[in-house]
């Protein structure tokens, strides 16, 4: 799950980056709005979280000009107002949800992983191959019926080769499933993930296969 911050105030940003990794989330960070809109045209989010007094284009513009495109990722706004009218205004304008700083780190990450439920309700939750299930709606994940433990980038790895499966997914692809803008990830890295995953999905009958010189590919044994 890949999560798109929009905050100026870098003391907060670094805290909401170390909260929502802990969480198992990728989180990428801009300062401006106008450089968000520009993002989520190019990469694919499942949660945006952005503050209503962004210099500049504020948060509420941002919000206004993004549904207009129709885009419908879930936004969730932080804002120092505690007036009515500016959180019936974001709300009205496509806002998802809202949250008045200071905030409890805990109740924004219990937000933000009720607004990724909610967007993908109507959508395929569940990722199946043999004995293999990731709930991509509830974040969790069985191997033959019983609970299978990922860390958060085990999880973007299998999450990605499983919605490929059968075809074959490039160890660039992976890399990037993994990666932020500021943090690259490298094809040792993809390599030592897919060594993991191996190592768990043993004898349950799902194979991760090597496809020399391409990538990787999940098949049924």
Not at 3 to 21: Q, S, T, Y
Not at 42 to 49: G, H, K, N, W, Y
Not at 141 to 160: F, I, S
């Amino acid at each position: 799950m890949r999560i798109l911050l929009v905050e100026d105030d870098a003391m907060l940003a670094d805290g909401l980056r170390e909260v929502f990794h802990r969480a198992g989330y990728a989180l990428d960070h801009l300062t401006a709005a106008e450089q968000a809109l520009l993002a989520l045209r190019l990469t694919p989010f499942d949660l945006v979280v952005a503050d209503i007094g962004l210099p500049g284009m504020d948060g509420l513009e941002m919000v206004r000009r993004l549904r207009a495109t129709g885009s419908k990722v879930p936004v969730l706004m932080l804002t120092a107002r505690d007036a009515l009218e500016d959180r019936v205004k974001g709300l009205n304008l496509g806002a998802d949800d809202y949250l008045v700083k200071p905030f409890a780190m805990p109740e924004l990450i219990a937000r933000a992983q009720a607004l990724i439920r909610r967007s993908q309700a109507n959508a395929q939750s569940a990722l199946r191959l043999g004995a293999l299930v990731l709930d991509t709606a509830t974040h969790e994940a069985t191997l033959a019926d019983a609970p299978l433990h990922l860390t958060g980038r085990e999880w973007a790895v299998l999450e990605t080769l499983l919605l490929a499966a059968p075809r074959v997914v490039s160890k660039n692809k992976l890399a990037e499933s993994l990666s932020e803008w500021d943090k690259e990830i490298t094809s040792n890295a993809v390599e030592i993930y897919v060594s993991r995953l191996r190592a768990k999905l043993d004898g349950s009958g799902v194979l991760l296969r090597t496809v020399r010189g391409i990538g990787y590919r999940l098949e049924i044994e």
